[in-house]
């Protein structure tokens, strides 16, 4: 069974770095294919793709927040961590983790953490 | 960056009622789109991939239609579980966006 489960602080405060860990079961992601993405959604809003992570160690990210993420993965832990530097209360959201796999298509996002939610205020 | 737009914003149906919602890419995406329906305190749940492709464990009354820039969610009978927001996304040039959601509620 595929699990993932995101963890880190719930409140942060205004220009602080925000850092994530996406702790995960069932797959590696040193399997040829796999990834791990972060994506986020504000209270009542959509959902927003963040940054991607590959078996190959290649790195995605988001074209409006690629200045502020960086993604990585420890293989033999089975965690993936997005640190998001100066933070605003616009990024309050819940985080999720997510997997998929690289096919050459949509590449969609079939297994996902349950989330957790960040408050920035100071 | 492609932009999804998804109609209608909300929609309002009866349990065993057709619902029909669309996603419109403002380029072509070929076929590489996917559907989600998400509930109220719920992480996502993937339907639908690479347009028209159910996902493990999708009830058959769930499909996926289009191509190009045009898709279409069919639900052929609403069951009282699929009250929801449906998103849709697309990959292009490694980069993801997701369109801004459907609900479809109770009428």
Known sequence: QVTLRESGPALVKPTQTLTLTCTFSGFSLSTSGMCVSWIRQPPGKALEWLALIDWDDDKYYSTSLKTRLTISKDTSKNQVVLTMTNMDPVDTATYYCARSQKTGATDAFDIWGQGTMVTVSS | ?107
């Open chain 2, 1 to 107: 960056e492609i932009v999804l737009t998804q109609s209608p914003a909300t929609l309002s149906l009866s349990p065993g009622e057709r619902a029909t919602l669309s996603c419109r890419a403002s380029q072509s995406v070929s076929s590489y789109l996917a559907w989600y329906q998400q509930k109220p305190g719920q992480a996502p749940r993937l339907l639908i991939y690479d347009a028209s492709n159910r996902a493990t464990g999708i009830p058959a009354r769930f499909s996926g239609s289009g191509s190009g820039t045009d898709f279409t969610l069919t639900i052929s009978s609403l069951e009282p579980e699929d009250f929801a927001v449906y998103y849709c996304q697309q990959r292009s040039n490694w980069l993801f966006t997701f369109g801004p959601g459907t609900k479809v509620d109770i009428k």
